[in-house]
Every structure is written in structure tokens, then in C-alpha cells.
């Protein structure tokens, strides 16, 4: 490597290209994977879309026909997740971030990052042997007494397997990583303002209110989306716990229930063949767009927020 | 504020109207009492049965109006607030603590019954009904996800190496965007990925192999390991990577031979947690990988039995008589529990013993 002309740039060696060529190749690939993701599933989903719709499960009007209830029951289910399991998250956050006694709160937070190491079949496996059967008098209950809200509509099912359940579930698998976020949001909330806050006479709770939630909120809102792209794409909890119906309702406590797109896969793919297969890969396609779409705002919301913040 | 002062000798100005500070322990004890007590006299009258999880959520709920009646009353509506808005926060935890005791406790007390010998040296071949045990799946398990590892690993790594040593401009913010955008693809779409890719490259309709659902698991273990490494190769200080090329040493051996080794610890913690992660997905390799009774050694063909696929398969294909079918399904669920606490723990450890000392 001595050369008789002094450069003042560094040389580039052969073995430092090689190197950053690799990296820069490894790099390439996952965007390449991203890509081969995208054409495969559209690859495969042709034919489900040009077929007789006569062919697919439940001989539908048309593909769409097919789609529409599995889409819905998705969305929905998703949707009651996030509706029960953010205001926890966001509570069990505040009690990490600023409640807890700084000793314990490290060790509160691995019991909730517990919760995210259990796999999504013993979840499913706890829903519908343990809570299934729990929550099946307070649906009776419901039924009977609220039989005239619309959510509620008779008749109960018999066996607890609903959309509730799978939605309480759901819930639950979808806390740690809601709170997981919020909590590094809160615990950036700049410490200045908080103690202006308590220097004025605000109690804790108006402090929160003044300085940390306003700080966190586009953490929160991209908190809840990665949360809801979780619970779009949950599986194993849907295809144990429900008892499917291609229907769309509204109603919690029915044993006719719309399937999700996820779970609907999971039962009908190891026995399709044919255009079926086709079909199922069409679903997950769709699937795949909504997850897409909803992680990336998620995403653009975070990065936005830390170009922004005026925590560093 | 001085409504409750009385005329009892000194008063410190500063600590009244305020609840003493035993109080809102005694309240929340005194509430569990009575929900508790209310919960058994209804089970002793025959009218259900006695629940701790739904005592201990009641009770903290009536806990929950009780301290904000108490402190309205004598603190006045800011202070009550603010010790409603604490019991919420303390209730929120507690809420999200009954599942996860709930699930371990069944999951340990109906895992025990088959956590035998038998269970851990045999497969399912040829078994109906008691007896057989997840071998096979085991033995699937490690060696899907072993592949997957061994692809997930390398790429993952010189990703992170790229963004943090080399990428500036486009294509670094690209990957940075993507990968983030990865860890939220569903694991069932993976799974279909690896199926579509598979069946139009071997134009076979009906693939199922191992090493299809190790593509698969490395489609989510990716972008877990681009992030975790990424985080620690920043945290290497650049004054390292400088005292290196001020000794004329070129940039890629500064990576191999300073860099890496600094961040080794925590990248291993952040490879094991993604395994952790990805060694509990069911809904990929039940697509690609299939499901079987027999041992299967071969990652390139035939179908390869996982531990997850076999807890789904013993609950949802039992034979006549369900029994056997369940215990296999929560001895398997447990069996996953310890593999994923374990990798967890091992984590962990690594990350506290063998982190660098940075100074100070």
C-alpha cells in the first residue's frame, strides 16, 4: 500500500469496497424481500380475482362478495381491541413513567413485556378454554338485560366463543406493545416542564395533564396504530376462539360472527386447493395493504415527532 | 379547605384537609374486604362462585370511587381528582395483571399433567388417543428456526453495520423506513409469502417443506435484528472507531475488529430476543411448513411438525377422545412458555455480563 504518490484522500482498498458492497447488498435485499412480497402475493392472487366465483368457499356473487365480511370482521375486531386495550396501556404507561417508585417501576415494566413473550397460540389456547367459558354468564347477562342496545342482540351464544372474547384477547396481546411505546414517549416529557408544573401549584394529575399529555400525543396516536396493525394481523386467537360465520354484524355477543381475513386463512388454507388457495392469498394480499398502510402513517407519525420534539 | 380544621390545640396549616397517608391502603384493603365478603355470601347461597380475579377487579374498582368520595370530600375536587386519576392508573395495571397470572397458572397447572419423559422422547406416530409426545415438533422447532436464524443473522447485521457505518442519502432512510414498516407486516402474511414464492419458483401447487417456513420467520426476524444491532452499534463511542484509523487501520477491519466486538453483547441480546420472538409464531409455518406426526429431519422437503403448529393441531383435530389431545396441547404450550422465558433469561444475562465497561 505505499504508493510513491501521497494523496491526501484515503485509497480505497479492494477489501473495504467488497466490504460496504456486502452491507450495501444485505441492505438491498430486505428492500428487494419487501418487493418479492408484495409481486408474489399479487402473483398468486390473480387467479382468485379472474376465476368463476362460483368456485370459491360458499359460492359468493363475487370475490368481493367473499372478501367483504372477512375485511369487516377484521377491522371490527381489531377496532374493539384498541378501544379496550389503549386506555389500559395508556394507564399502565402513566403508572411506569410516573407513578411507580423509580426501584420497582424497571421490574413492573418486565412484568408487562411478559405478557408479549407468551405466543399467540397459548393465547389462543387460554382464550378458549379459560376465558371463553369465564365470560359467558356476563354475556347472558348482558343479553338478557341489554338485549335493546343493538350490540347485544339476542341470541347469546352458548359457548362465549365471540367476537367480544377474541377482541378481550386481542386486547390483551396488544397492552404490551401499546405500552411498550407510550412509556418511552412519557418518560421523554421534558423534566423542565414538569417541574413548572408542580412549581405552580399543580397537583400530579394536572401535571400529567399540562405537560405529559401534550408531549405524548402523536406517541400516542402511533402507539395505537402499531397496535391496531398487531391486532389486523393476529392470527392464531381468531382461527381457536371464534366461531366464524361469513355475515357482517355488529353485534358482541352472537355465535354468528364475521370471520377476520387472518384467521380465516389459518382454518381454510391447510384444506384449499385449487382457486381456494388463490383466494386465501388474495385475502392476505388485502390484509397485507391495510397493515401496510396503517404501519407506515404510524411511522411517519413517530419520525415526524422526532424531528420536532424539544426533547434533546 | 378549613372546613375539617378543629379546634383540637395546635393545627399545622400545612398538612390539613389532607388524607393522612395510610388512607388510601386502608381504603383499598377495606374494599376488597367487602367486595370479597359480598362475593362469598352469594357463593355460600348458592349463587355463584367464589372468584378472586373478579374480587380483586370489583374491589379495586369500588376502591377506585371510594378514594375520590373520601378525597372530595375532605381535600376538595383538584386533590380528589388527582387521587382518582392514581387509583385508575394503579387499577390499569392490576387489569392487565389478571390475564397474565390467569394464563400462567393454567397454562403450568394443566402443562404438568404430560411434562413426562415421554412426552419429550417421542413422536406422534402411530399414537391414538394417551401416549406420544412432541418430539418431532421439538425437534422441527429448533431446526426451522435455527435456519431461520442463520439467514436472519447475516443479513440483519451488514444491514445494521450499513446504516450506521456507511448509509447516508436515499436508500439508507429507504431501509431504515422499510424495516420499520417490516416488523408490522402480519406473521400470517409471511407465511403466505413464503407459500406463493415457493409454489410458482418449484411450481409445485401444494409445497410445504421446513426450510419454506424458515424464509418465512426470517421475513419478521429481520427487521427485529436490524433494529436491536443498529441501537448498538451506535452506542459504540466514535473516539474507538477514530483511535483506529488514526493507526492507519482500514475502515472494514475498524468494523470487523473494533466495532463488532465492542457490540457483540448487546447484539446477541438482540438476536436472542428475536428468536424468542419468532420461535412462538404458529400462523406462517402452519401455511408453509404443514403439520405431521413423524419426525422429519430434512429442512427441504416434506412437511415438518413445529411446536406451536403441534399445541394448535392437538386442540383443533383431537380424536375421540378429546383428554389425551388436550394435555399434549397445554404440555406443549407450556414446553414453548420455557423455551421463550429461557431465551429471554439468557438474553438478559449476556446483556449484564458481557456488556462492554464504557468507562465512568
Known amino acids: 500500500m505505499t504508493t510513491a504518490t501521497p494523496s491526501p484522500r484515503a485509497k480505497s482498498r479492494l477489501a473495504d469496497r467488497i466490504f460496504s458492497g456486502t452491507t450495501v447488498f444485505a441492505g438491498s435485499l430486505i428492500l428487494a424481500a419487501l418487493a418479492a412480497v408484495a409481486v408474489f402475493l399479487i402473483a398468486q392472487s390473480i387467479p382468485a380475482l379472474v376465476a368463476d366465483p362460483a368456485e370459491l368457499k360458499g359460492s359468493p356473487s363475487s370475490f368481493w362478495a367473499y372478501v367483504a365480511p372477512l375485511a369487516f370482521g377484521t377491522v371490527w375486531a381489531a377496532f374493539l381491541a384498541l378501544l379496550m386495550a389503549l386506555p389500559v396501556s395508556i394507564g399502565i404507561a402513566l403508572f411506569i413513567s410516573h407513578y411507580a417508585p423509580r426501584r420497582v417501576a424497571q421490574g413492573l415494566g418486565y412484568i408487562i413485556d411478559l405478557l408479549a413473550a407468551v405466543p399467540s397460540v397459548v393465547f389462543g389456547l387460554w382464550g378458549i378454554k379459560i376465558l371463553a367459558p369465564a365470560v359467558t354468564p356476563l354475556y347472558d347477562w348482558l343479553v338478557n338485560n341489554l338485549g335493546w342496545f343493538p350490540l347485544f342482540a339476542p341470541p347469546v351464544s352458548g359457548t362465549g366463543r365471540t367476537i367480544l372474547t377474541v377482541a378481550i384477547v386481542l386486547a390483551v396481546m396488544i397492552i404490551p406493545i401499546i405500552t411498550a411505546v407510550t412509556r418511552e414517549v412519557f418518560l421523554q416529557t421534558p423534566r423542565l416542564h414538569e417541574e413548572a408544573a408542580l412549581a405552580l401549584g399543580a397537583t400530579r394529575w394536572e401535571m400529567i395533564q399540562v405537560a405529559v399529555l401534550p408531549f405524548g400525543r402523536p406517541g400516542m396516536i402511533s402507539a395505537a396504530m402499531l397496535g391496531l396493525g398487531r391486532a389486523l394481523g393476529e392470527t392464531m386467537v381468531v382461527a381457536m376462539v371464534l366461531s366464524p360465520a361469513a355475515l357482517i354484524t355488529f353485534v358482541l355477543t352472537s355465535s354468528q360472527n364475521p370471520s377476520t381475513i387472518a384467521g380465516n386463512i389459518a382454518l381454510n388454507f391447510p384444506e384449499a386447493h385449487g382457486v381456494g388457495v388463490n383466494a386465501l392469498v388474495a385475502t392476505g394480499l388485502i390484509l397485507f395493504a391495510i397493515t401496510l398502510v396503517i404501519n407506515s402513517i404510524a411511522r411517519v407519525v413517530i419520525n415526524r415527532r422526532k424531528a420536532f420534539s424539544g426533547a434533546n | ?360
Open chain 2, 1 to 360: 379547605m378549613t372546613a375539617t380544621t378543629t379546634t383540637t390545640g395546635i393545627v399545622n396549616s400545612l398538612t390539613t384537609g389532607r388524607l393522612p397517608k395510610w388512607a388510601p391502603w386502608l381504603t383499598l384493603v377495606a374494599s376488597w374486604v367487602i367486595v370479597g365478603a359480598i362475593n362469598g355470601f352469594m357463593a355460600a347461597a348458592g349463587n355463584g362462585e367464589f372468584n378472586i380475579a373478579v374480587v380483586l377487579v370489583l374491589g379495586t374498582v369500588l376502591f377506585d370511587v371510594a378514594i375520590f368520595v373520601l378525597a372530595y370530600l375532605v381535600e376538595g375536587v383538584r386533590q380528589a381528582k388527582d387521587r382518582l386519576v392514581t387509583s385508575l392508573v394503579a387499577t390499569a395495571f392490576i387489569v392487565a395483571l389478571v390475564p397474565l397470572v390467569s394464563l400462567l397458572f393454567t397454562v403450568v397447572s394443566n402443562g404438568l399433567a404430560r411434562f413426562d419423559p415421554l412426552f419429550f422422547s417421542s413422536s406422534m406416530r402411530n399414537v391414538v388417543g394417551d401416549g406420544g409426545g412432541a418430539l418431532h415438533a421439538i425437534m422441527g422447532t429448533l431446526l426451522i428456526t435455527g435456519a431461520a436464524t442463520l439467514i436472519s443473522v447475516p443479513v440483519g447485521l451488514l444491514t445494521a453495520i450499513y446504516l450506521v457505518e456507511y448509509g447516508r442519502g436515499p436508500l439508507a432512510r429507504a431501509i431504515t423506513f422499510f424495516v420499520d414498516v417490516m416488523t408490522g407486516i402480519p406473521s400470517i402474511v409471511a407465511g403466505l409469502f413464503a407459500f406463493a414464492f415457493f409454489a410458482l419458483v418449484l411450481q409445485d401447487p401444494g409445497i410445504r417443506f421446513g426450510l419454506g417456513g424458515s424464509v418465512a420467520l426470517s421475513l419478521l426476524m429481520i427487521p427485529v435484528v436490524v433494529r436491536s444491532s443498529e441501537e448498538m452499534l451506535k452506542l459504540v463511542p466514535n473516539e474507538l472507531r477514530e483511535a483506529s484509523y488514526a493507526l492507519g487501520v482500514p475502515k472494514w477491519l475498524t468494523i470487523l475488529k473494533i466495532v463488532i466486538p465492542t457490540s457483540i453483547a448487546g447484539i446477541t441480546t438482540g438476536v436472542t430476543l428475536a428468536i424468542a420472538r419468532v420461535i412462538g409464531e404458529t400462523a406462517p409455518l402452519l401455511i408453509i411448513s404443514g403439520f405431521t406426526a413423524s419426525m422429519n429431519y430434512d429442512l427441504l422437503k416434506d412437511r415438518m411438525m413445529s411446536l406451536p403448529v403441534f399445541v394448535y393441531t392437538q386442540y383443533a383435530n383431537p380424536g375421540s377422545d378429546v383428554q389425551p389431545y388436550l394435555e399434549r396441547a397445554w404440555t406443549g404450550a407450556l414446553t414453548l412458555i420455557l423455551i421463550v422465558m429461557l431465551l429471554n433469561l439468557i438474553a438478559r444475562l449476556v446483556a449484564r455480563i458481557f456488556s462492554p465497561k464504557l468507562g465512568r
